[in-house]
């Protein structure tokens, strides 16, 4: 089971910024040590355990990348006054027997062995064919369009490093270095549950003061995309003891609870005073909207993030708190998404010392350039306002203003998992 250390109380203030606690869930979290050694068509997306040295160059012989006809570059100055007879020709996958004298060429394709000798491909499409030999065009730089042994990867280098979350590309690779498996970190256990007595499962019978829980769907959807193993714990009343019993049970089975709603400071709020029942409570109240107050937990040495309860705010602070801590415990590098510059098609203003992040579509100005919309309307339980944009611009703590046209950062949705 990951173990997060109980020294960080000393993080715990009345407000957090989200650096702080990014920053704090990164050095405080170990990786599960759990490993496995899954074939390359299970290797998506899972985490590296080990670096992956090439146990062979890439290319593994020089080869033309055209199709074309090879020479020696030695011959090149003779290329625009002579006729080359061809001496033989090498299809990709056929050997390269042939030895070439001054002045000849072999037709070659794309990924053929370069024959011993030769050094430089014409393109095809760049000579003439005459009676008895090809006419090659003068200008050609030697080593042209000829790929060589090692050039993409050297024999023991470092392929692919520890902690690389595997994408179809490092996929590609480890096959291309004739691998057929790989060691990666187990994938980590993650407990959903939803909080509310307003709550009911879609497909069963709902009061009229009830809402279908929509929030564990997402959760649980936003999780297996980094990879999780997923269980769906359902929705807890908003009991304490009931919440307490849950927790602890849950904690030994899982690496990591992720519970929505109950984490306000109302009296039917019960997730932190059963947090501090079953365990330990590590930080609470970011200064992050929407998105205040997140509870972080740790109980029977199994982290525990409490997300508030609206729609909005369970995905912003899903993305800021639940993926670094995902990313820790899965023994992945902490990728923090890349903010793409775009303009302001908007003006707001905004408290100073809280992060923000405004929902918005892009689309392209009249000058082409790049340019966010802000989703009209502000409510945190609006799931429209998720659906219809494309991502969030986020404002810094210290950004009180956004005027028009001014440049901002957008994270789209695709990035943030
Ligand atoms: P809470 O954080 O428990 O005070 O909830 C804040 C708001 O989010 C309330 O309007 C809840 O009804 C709503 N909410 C809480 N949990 C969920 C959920 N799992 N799915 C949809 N809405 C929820
Ligand atoms: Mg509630």
Request: glycine share 10%; with cysteine.
């Amino acid at each position: 089971m990951a173990q997060l250390s109980d020294d960080c109380f000393a993080f715990g203030g009345p407000m957090m910024s989200v650096d702080d606690a990014v920053a704090l869930i990164a050095t405080r979290v170990a990786p599960v040590e759990r490993t496995e050694s899954v074939s390359l068509a299970e290797a998506d997306g899972r985490v590296l355990a080990e670096t992956v040295m090439a146990p062979m160059p890439l290319p593994p012989f020089t080869n033309s990348a055209v199709d074309g006809y090879a020479v020696r570059s030695a011959d090149l100055a003779l290329a625009a006054r002579q006729t080359f007879p061809v001496v033989g020709r090498i299809q990709a996958g056929a050997a390269a027997n042939h030895i070439l004298k001054a002045a000849q060429t072999v037709r070659i394709f794309t990924g053929a062995p370069m024959p011993k000798d030769a050094d430089t491909v014409f393109m095809q499409e760049d000579v003439r064919l005459e009676d008895g030999g090809v006419v090659l065009p003068a200008g050609l730089k030697a080593g042209a369009n000829v790929r060589l042994t090692g050039e993409d990867i050297p024999l023991g280098n470092t392929a692919l490093s520890k902690g690389q979350r595997l994408r179809p590309q490092d996929v590609a690779l480890i096959a291309a270095l004739g691998l057929t498996h790989v060691t990666v970190r187990a994938r980590i256990r993650v407990a959903v549950f939803s909080t509310g007595d307003e709550l009911v499962t879609p497909g069963t019978a709902r009061g009229s003061a009830q809402l279908f829980d929509s929030n564990r769907y997402m959760l649980m959807a936003m999780l297996r995309r980094l990879g999780c193993d997923v269980g769906d714990l359902g929705i807890l009343r908003d009991d304490r003891a009931s919440l307490v019993q849950a927790l602890k049970s849950a904690a030994s089975g899982y690496d990591l609870i992720v519970t929505s709603g109950g984490v306000s400071t109302g009296e039917e709020d019960h997730v932190k005073a059963a947090v501090e029942g079953a365990g330990s409570l590590v930080l609470w109240r970011m200064a992050i909207k929407p998105g205040r107050p997140v509870a972080m937990g740790i109980i029977g040495g199994t982290p525990l993030i409490g997300l508030p309860g609206n729609p909005v705010a369970s995905f912003v602070t899903f993305t800021y708190v639940v993926r670094p801590t995902v990313l820790a415990l899965s023994g992945a590098f902490q990728d923090r998404p890349v903010p793409i510059p775009v303009r302001a098609a908007f003006a707001y203003k905004k408290k100073i010392a809280r992060r923000e992040y405004v929902r918005a579509h892009i689309r392209r100005g009249d000058d082409g350039v790049l340019e966010a919309v802000k989703f009209p309307r502000e409510g945190a339980g609006l799931l429209s306002s998720l659906v219809e944009t494309d991502g969030l611009i986020e404002l810094g703590e210290h950004v009180t203003e956004v005027r028009h046209g001014e440049v901002v950062s957008f994270l789209s949705y695709g990035s943030l998992l």
